[in-house]
């Protein structure tokens, strides 16, 4: 029996590193269409499955393989993306994407990674703007076309035609999908903060939760700002999301009062400022923020274990 790496003789495919160079950028473009790296990782597994489960001649007669894992695995996202929203309905409380740590700070992005065997850099995902979790949230309020038209368009790039072969529309009809998702972006965004100043009132806000500091919590958060936390029924964590700074003030006060041994750290959270909490020095919590002007307006707090495993893989339990 051939593996994936060898020819019929036992000789190293020569188009295996071709084909193999194109792994991030399937986890890339997965991760962004679905906002969970375990699924990522699981479509650009069945991507490689499926190429290696044809023929040689067929693979050879393929003009574009990159282009051809690229149709496959959007394709299979579209198809996930259609059946996400049946099965958020049994999903304990709010979903949130999973975060994701800095490159510098990543010990596992592949799930089961540990630090004595840590994940492939090929894995990990580029952060930029298009995985901030803001963005995210805004993609997973989209329909499964309008999402998988803009991310292949806007963030790689591929032309309408392409586009429409994936997702079995004709190119106009992209056209006005990735439209309409520019204008859901355009409503849901603020006007863009310096990264400095998230800094500063990331920071700002970690020192008023450690001293209790009702007053400072208070000035920090737009009057509108809300707490979303996803637990996934795995472990606590409030089911519906907290409006207004006086109550997010309080959830946060019980909180560290609940928790005296909580730490609290300043981490890059999908390419941006964020949080993390831990327990007996293990990741328990990792906050995203939404900042606006000077005032933070939305905190996203992903406790639910199985979307942690990039912080806590090999982090002792």
Known sequence: MTTPSEQGDGRLDPGLSAIMS??????????????????????????????YAMSRQRREAVESPGGWLTTVASRICLDLLGSARARRESYVGEWIPEPLPDRTEWVGGRPGGT????????DRITLDE??????????????????????LHDVFCHSFAEVAEIVGRTPAACRQLASSARRR??????????????????????????AKDIDALVGLLDPGATVIADGGGLVSAVLRPIEGAEQIMRYAVDIVTRAPGLTILERTVNGRPGLVAQQDGVTVTVMAFDVAGDRIRHIWAVRNPEKLRPWTAGQRR
């Open 185 to 210: 972006i355009r409503d849901a965004q603020a006007p863009a903060t310096p990264a400095a100043r998230q800094a500063h009132l990331v920071r700002a806000f970690k020192q008023a939760w450690e």
């Open 130 to 151: 298009s995985v901030n979790m803001a963005f995210l949230v805004v993609l997973d309020a989209m329909t499964p076309a309008e999402r998988v038209a803009f991310i």
């Open 115 to 122: 630090a004595a065997e840590p994940s492939d850099p090929a």
């Open 22 to 51: 194109e792994r991030r950028q399937l986890i890339n473009l997965s991760y962004r269409l679905l906002g969970s790296l375990a699924d990522a990782e699981d479509v650009v597994q069945e991507t490689y499955t499926r190429w």
